[in-house]
């Protein structure tokens, strides 16, 4: 026999069972199969309701303390059979299906171990836009190394620029702080680098740099230098008007050009432009403007159809190229290399560059930073010299304790006493200064009976300055002088490797590395060092440093920015 909705054999079974159940009397077959398809509807209405008002807890597990719907005790014999009635399979599927889904939702969801087999739309979880952003507030891991080599590893937020990390690193470092400090970007692979802008942040930076690439923390008097002699870096042959008028910019506007965006100015020149994928080099007439660097297959032309582009300035950086004309076949030792940050490894995509001279290359090299940041340059350039004039509104020097316990004492007499006018204080400490060189010539006749005396530490007193680095050969002082900026008045001090007794001053001038001897002299038993053949004789280098730091002398400029290094 069918029931109604008894299409399964387990309708049939119950309905047996049920059959043989009921007493002998007789029975209204219709009727028991309206009660029984009746108690399936409100058994199942039940389930859910008690499904529905049972909390779950994350794992999915009933809470133990739920409390359930208690229904009425039956009392007719319809209702008793209702007791006895399993639950419909429909009801038990539909259960199932809810129990599942609230499982699912309250577990968090496991990462794919095999990306691989799945694609990115089939894993949610694994791609890499429904990773979480690090927030602002993060910490990074930086690692700044030194000239020397040496590393040290700083943690800082993401939003942390070059220019509050060099001060971090000057800070930590006791290093005078005169602004001239930068992060270098370097690639030793690629042999290229660059120093880092004020405002750039650096964790965005190092998300573009391989594992091979670290930052450098050392001195860039030429960061900014262009600002304070535009002239120097500007060639009027190399700077022009971008229409064909070829009106050259005044000096008085040369600036304010580079910096206003509605301004059209351009650098021109010849170029020696490696082919891509070839080592041989193009002498091509190259122009650079806001919207790229272009090269003319006609001459000097600068009609539109005669320019090519060469490369993008948005999203490039210009690097130096530090591994000499050999490694790239060049024509000069002026290269350099315009990189896009896309580009990790590949040197096929790079676009080297190589100017005739190094003021050549200064401008180019300038003219796309100013092309690139514009007034963010001058921001950053104008920052410490506000915070000069903020410091300079104190009239008095702020002294610290120790300094401020000391006064001027007069021991002439037989009772010591204080020197209340300063005035008389100063004329006793000049007093003073000459007893101590009358004193020091004595001695150094007679013969000093202690090391520690001043005339054996005038000759290694030296040693601690930072602008003295001992016995590094010609070349290396050159490579310091060209890595810290090449700009007038740079110079460093080194033994002589020709003269075990001889100095040598190395400085820099118009973009040129110039040598001077110090050579020692004696008079009246007295050694001096001289560097004008005796005309200027002095008892140590740190007199005779600070003597050219205020006087020309013979020399071409006054000695005014220290080649220093730093050790982490």
Not at 24 to 37: G, H, I, K, P, Q
Not at 380 to 407: D, G, M
Not at 419 to 445: F, L, Y
Not at 540 to 549: A, C, K, N, P, S
């Amino acid at each position: 026999v069918y029931v109604r909705g008894s299409g399964s054999p387990l309708c049939m079974m119950v309905f047996f069972f049920l059959f043989l159940s009921l007493p002998e009397d007789d029975v209204d077959l219709e009727a028991l199969v309206n009660d029984m398809n009746s108690s399936f509807e409100s058994l199942y209405t039940s389930c859910c309701v008690q499904t529905e008002s049972t909390p779950l807890l994350h794992n999915g597990q009933p809470h133990r303390s739920t409390t359930y719907q208690t229904q009425a005790q039956p009392t007719s014999p319809h209702q008793r059979l209702r007791r006895s009635q399993p639950m419909h399979i429909l009801a038990v599927r539909r259960l199932q299906e809810e129990e599942q889904q609230y499982r699912t939702s309250s577990l968090p969801a496991i990462p794919n171990p095999f990306p691989e087999l799945c694609s990115p739309a089939s894993s949610p979880t694994l791609s890499s836009g429904s990773l979480p952003q690090c927030q602002p507030s993060g910490k990074y891991i930086i690692k700044i190394f030194s000239e020397d080599g040496m590393g040290k590893v700083v943690e800082i937020p993401a939003d942390m620029t070059a220019r509050d990390l060099c001060q971090f690193l000057v800070y930590k470092n006791h290093c005078v702080d005169d602004n001239s400090w930068a992060l270098v970007e370097h690639h030793p692979a690629l042999g290229l680098e660059r120093c880092l802008e004020d405002h750039e942040l650096v964790v965005q930076v190092q998300a573009s740099m391989t594992s091979e690439s670290k930052f450098l923390f050392r001195k860039n008097y030429a960061k900014y230098e262009f600002f304070k002699n535009p002239l120097s870096f500007f060639p009027e042959q190399m700077v022009a008007w971008c229409q064909e008028t070829n009106g050259t910019i005044p000096p008085s506007q040369l600036l304010q050009n580079f910096l206003n965006s509605s301004s059209c100015p351009e650098i021109q020149g010849y170029l020696y432009v490696k082919e891509m994928s070839r080592k041989s080099w193009k002498k091509l007439y190259v122009f650079l403007r806001r919207s790229g660097l272009y090269f003319s297959t006609k001459g000097t032309s600068k009609e539109p159809r005669h320019l090519q582009l060469l490369a993008d300035l948005e999203d490039s950086n210009v690097f130096t190229v530090i591994t000499g004309r050999k490694l790239h076949n060049a024509p000069t030792d002026f290269e350099f290399c315009i990189k896009p940050n896309k580009v990790r490894n590949e040197v096929k995509e790079l676009r080297m560059l190589c100017a005739e001279d190094e003021q050549s290359r200064a401008c180019w090299m300038t003219a796309f930073r100013l092309f690139k940041y514009g007034i963010l340059l001058y921001q950053n350039y104008k920052i410490p010299q506000q915070r000069k004039t903020l410091l300079s509104h104190f009239s008095a020097p702020v002294r610290s304790v120790s300094e401020n316990s000391l006064v001027a004492m007069d021991f002439s007499g037989r009772i010591g006493r204080v020197i209340d006018n300063p005035v008389e204080a100063q004329s006793a400490a000049m007093e003073e200064g000459h007893a101590w060189r009358k004193r020091s010539q004595r001695m150094n006749i007679l013969g000093s009976p202690s090391p520690l005396h001043p005339s054996s530490l005038s000759g290694v007193i030296h040693r601690t300055q930072l602008w003295f680095h001992g016995r590094i050969s010609r070349e290396e002082s050159h490579k310091m002088i060209h890595q810290q900026g090449r700009v007038d008045g740079m110079f460093l001090l080194r033994d002589s490797q020709s003269n075990p007794k001889a100095f040598v001053l190395t400085m820099c001038h118009h973009q040129k590395i110039k040598h001077f001897q110090i050579l020692p002299c004696e008079e009246d038993g007295q050694m001096f060092l001289s560097l004008d053949d005796t005309a200027t004789k002095f008892t140590d280098l740190i007199q005779l440093v600070e003597f050219y730091m205020l006087n020309r002398g013979v020399l071409p400029c006054k000695l005014k920015h220290p080649c220093t290094t730093v050790a982490l």
